[in-house]
């Protein structure tokens, strides 16, 4: 068997783990692992599919230049999921539902480290077969529809379903 990577389990810079926790079960992530169970310095939280990281680190390490990272979720309704987090009350320092020029639906969060996740869903479907014939398959906009589809629905993308950037 070929090795393979799995997934990815993002590890979040974070002053106070247990804050941490405290924002991310408002988002309903739950409590997976803690290196101690009285003041953390790393935890593990998870939702649906998705596992988050959280570590200390000291206060020397957030001074600029230092960036804090950005994520995306993946999500098919981002609605519903935007109407889940405000219900929670931890939409205090976020940006509403918006459209972009890229084809997604998202809205971004900022975390108490500052750290800004995103939510994010395709704004239209993909082309069916019909419409695809007036348009050239492999063109950016829809590559990234299409892994974006797939992203969302948990389907591999392969040589047999990717686009073909030579195809007419």
């Known amino acids: 068997m070929e090795p393979r990577l799995e997934c990815v389990h993002p590890v979040l810079m974070s002053r106070d783990v247990d804050n941490a926790i405290r924002f991310y079960e408002k988002l309903g992530f739950v409590l997976v692992g803690q290196d101690t169970p ?10 649906d599919g998705v596992e988050l990281h959280f570590q200390w680190h000291d206060a ?12 995306r979720f993946v999500v098919q309704d981002v609605d519903g999921i935007y109407v889940q987090f405000r219900e929670s009350g931890a939409l205090v320092d976020a940006k509403p539902v918006t459209e972009t020029p890229w ?3 998202e809205f971004h969060v900022r975390d108490p480290d500052r750290i800004l996740p995103r939510v994010s869903g395709l704004k239209n ?3 069916t077969p019909a419409s695809r014939d007036s348009r050239r398959e492999g063109t950016p906009l829809y590559t990234l529809r ?3 589809a797939a992203a969302l629905s948990g389907e591999a993308l392969s040589a047999t379903n990717a686009p073909n950037r030579y195809s007419h």
Do not use: F, S
């Open 125 to 127: 479907p993909l082309p």
């Open 103 to 105: 084809g997604t639906r």
């Open 146 to 148: 299409a892994i974006a």
């Open 60 to 71: 020397k390490e957030w001074d600029y230049p230092n960036d804090r990272p950005t994520y």
């Open 38 to 47: 009285v003041m953390p310095r790393y935890a593990r939280m998870r939702r």
